[in-house]
């Protein structure tokens, strides 16, 4: 479990977030942190999927020192936006930055959903997003993943994943992952 001072010399700490309305609409800027304890301020965030030529979505282990859902199983990225910067901008970021993903690899970046959603996570914080859903389908799956974000990767049909709720709820997901994979995004 994370402590006040854990959590302000965490490097993002001092980050902000676009806070958001219920439309997503631009509010104003809030501190990541603030954003995400207590009981949270509702603020943009994004997932990236990931998927290859054959139908597989790729899987991400977030790192075990992440504050919140470290360990948990992503679907592939998910990050916020900052201040003038595009949903599809950030994902394009933190595909590279996080997988070493270059838009090379890749040029169909497209929004696929958008939903709100809130989430507890033990006693370390808080989750409260309209959270966009982009997906990008790779032409090479050469990885380079970052270890200080990515403790692991799986390639897995995402079919036999979406159609099996009982087998992809043992993997413990990252709740905006499950919610997107209950909505069907493909």
């Known amino acids: 479990m994370s402590t006040p001072q854990d959590d302000h010399s965490h490097e993002n700490a001092e980050q902000d977030v676009i806070a958001v309305d ?11 942190l603030e954003a995400h304890t207590g009981d949270g301020i509702r603020h943009r965030a994004f997932t990236s999927l990931v998927f290859d030529g ?8 977030r790192a075990p020192d992440k504050r919140l859902w470290g360990t948990y199983w992503d679907g592939t990225v998910a990050s916020h936006p900052v201040e ?3 949903q599809e901008e950030a994902t394009r970021q933190r595909l590279e930055e996080e997988l070493g993903i270059s838009p090379d690899q890749y040029g169909d970046l497209r929004l696929t959903d958008r939903f709100e959603y809130k989430r507890y996570f033990e ?3 808080v989750e409260h997003e309209v959270c966009a859903v982009l997906q990008v389908t790779l032409s090479d799956r050469d990885l380079d993943p970052d270890e200080e974000e990515v403790a692991g990767l799986m390639w897995v049909p995402y079919e036999r994943l979406h159609s099996n709720p009982e087998w992809y709820r043992q993997l413990r997901l990252c709740p905006w992952f499950e919610i997107a994979m209950r909505r069907d995004v493909r």
Do not use: F, K
Request: aromatic share 0%.
């Open 54 to 61: 054959e139908g597989n979505i790729l899987l991400a282990q």
């Open 84 to 86: 003038g910067q595009s």
């Open 123 to 125: 006693n370390a914080g």
């Open 22 to 32: 219920a439309d997503d609409n631009e509010l104003e800027l809030v501190n990541r």
